[in-house]
């Protein structure tokens, strides 16, 4: 445990809006993927994923033609391609990033979600939540090389690019590893204070990943063991975490909150709270630039006729995509 004057010695970390992009309707919306390679955000809404250049906010273009609702998003740059999927009609779509016109239409299963790119095998991980299953593409030749059975109903999935890919199993409250070299399931590992685990995010250097769970915790979990780190308090209505390698931060957005919670990695094994940002209620997903610590968060104006006390409403057309930049 590090001695109290020394965290109190580093400073609080800040962040200020410094641009919102108009992304409208459809209002429905999921998650919201950062890709470095090309500096691009991919935003998925409705029947689409909108692409947004990550520097100066300019809407480059949207991937069209998912009628049953887009969810994950998944960068295979060596190929060339994009993947997003229709979860309704429980297939994933290749896209070219260059076009943004679809390729591919992939069977995979009905609830398709979160999807992962595996960087040890290239391969695309489609996560399958009410069915608990995982579809594998090979992004070469677009077609499924296995399925594999995740035990329960399953959320948000991260690659450590070393062969291994964790899941969120939401029902049984447990990370779902996969050895993405033979397709198999090789531990599940429970958290037992974690109620509904959404968000996922890993530090591949130290080993550790971070669940965000809808009961108002992060949970920090050994990569290698399985072994419960730390659990730590964070907002209402978590459905993503993103970790920030440079700055050593952690993310939680939360949704019913409108806050991001910010912890600090003081080393493997000590998580601390340092801060709160304030953003907007529905502001539940988000992805940030590991290079420069901006935050990109995905969300809505209130509907102002919302049931009182219900889940918040987004007002028609009001998406937007929050551009929070580090106040050095």
């Given at each position: 445990?590090l001695?109290?004057?020394?965290?109190s010695?580093?400073?609080?970390p800040?962040?200020?809006?410094?641009?919102?992009?108009?992304?409208?309707?459809?209002?429905?919306w999921?998650y919201?993927?950062f890709?470095a390679?090309?500096?691009?955000?991919?935003?998925a809404?409705?029947?689409?994923?909108?692409v947004?250049?990550g520097?100066d906010g300019?809407v480059?273009?949207?991937?069209?033609?998912?009628?049953?609702?887009?969810?994950g998003?998944a960068?295979?740059?060596a190929t060339?391609k994009?993947?997003?999927?229709?979860?309704?009609?429980?297939?994933?779509?290749?896209f070219?990033?260059k076009?943004?016109k679809?390729?591919?239409?992939?069977?995979?299963?009905?609830?398709a979600?979160?999807?992962?790119?595996?960087?040890?095998?290239?391969?695309i991980?489609?996560?399958e939540?009410?069915?608990a299953k995982?579809?594998v593409?090979d992004?070469?030749t677009?077609?499924?090389?296995?399925?594999i059975g995740?035990?329960?109903?399953?959320?948000?999935?991260?690659?450590?690019?070393?062969?291994?890919?964790?899941v969120?199993?939401?029902?049984?409250?447990?990370?779902v590893?996969?050895?993405?070299?033979?397709n198999?399931?090789?531990?599940?590992?429970p958290?037992?204070a974690?109620?509904?685990p959404h968000g996922?995010?890993i530090?591949?250097?130290a080993h550790?990943l971070?669940?965000?769970?809808?009961?108002?915790?992060?949970?920090?979990?050994?990569?290698?063991t399985?072994?419960?780190?730390?659990?730590?308090p964070?907002g209402?209505?978590?459905d993503?975490?993103?970790?920030?390698p440079?700055r050593n931060l952690?993310?939680?957005s939360?949704?019913?909150?409108?806050?991001?919670?910010i912890?600090?990695?003081?080393?493997?094994n000590n998580?601390?709270?340092?801060?709160?940002?304030?953003t907007l209620?529905?502001?539940r997903t988000m992805a940030?630039?590991?290079?420069?610590g901006?935050l990109f968060i995905a969300?809505?104006?209130v509907?102002?006729?919302?049931t009182?006390?219900?889940?918040?409403?987004?007002?028609?057309g009001?998406?937007k995509?929050?551009?929070?930049?580090?106040v050095?």
């Amino acid at each position: 445990m590090l001695a109290a004057h020394s965290l109190s010695a580093q400073p609080v970390p800040a962040y200020r809006l410094t641009m919102s992009v108009a992304l409208g309707a459809p209002d429905r919306w999921d998650y919201v993927v950062f890709d470095a390679s090309s500096h691009r955000v991919f935003a998925a809404h409705g029947d689409r994923v909108s692409v947004i250049d990550g520097h100066d906010g300019a809407v480059l273009g949207q991937v069209e033609g998912m009628p049953g609702g887009t969810h994950g998003i998944a960068i295979s740059s060596a190929t060339g391609k994009g993947y997003t999927d229709d979860g309704k009609a429980g297939i994933a779509v290749a896209f070219d990033l260059k076009t943004l016109k679809t390729e591919s239409r992939i069977p995979a299963d009905v609830d398709a979600d979160a999807i992962a790119f595996d960087g040890a095998t290239g391969h695309i991980f489609v996560i399958e939540g009410d069915p608990a299953k995982i579809t594998v593409i090979d992004p070469k030749t677009d077609s499924v090389i296995a399925t594999i059975g995740g035990g329960g109903k399953l959320e948000y999935a991260v690659a450590d690019d070393s062969g291994a890919v964790y899941v969120n199993g939401e029902e049984k409250r447990e990370i779902v590893r996969i050895n993405a070299r033979t397709n198999t399931v090789d531990a599940h590992w429970p958290m037992p204070a974690c109620l509904s685990p959404h968000g996922l995010a890993i530090d591949v250097v130290a080993h550790r990943l971070f669940s965000s769970c809808v009961n108002g915790v992060l949970v920090v979990v050994n990569t290698d063991t399985g072994a419960i780190v730390a659990n730590v308090p964070i907002g209402k209505g978590s459905d993503a975490v993103a970790f920030d390698p440079k700055r050593n931060l952690v993310f939680s957005s939360n949704g019913l909150d409108g806050t991001v919670s910010i912890l600090r990695e003081t080393d493997a094994n000590n998580f601390v709270p340092v801060g709160t940002i304030k953003t907007l209620v529905t502001g539940r997903t988000m992805a940030v630039d590991p290079e420069t610590g901006r935050l990109f968060i995905a969300a809505a104006d209130v509907d102002p006729s919302a049931t009182p006390g219900g889940r918040p409403r987004p007002h028609p057309g009001s998406l937007k995509l929050l551009f929070l930049d580090p106040v050095h």
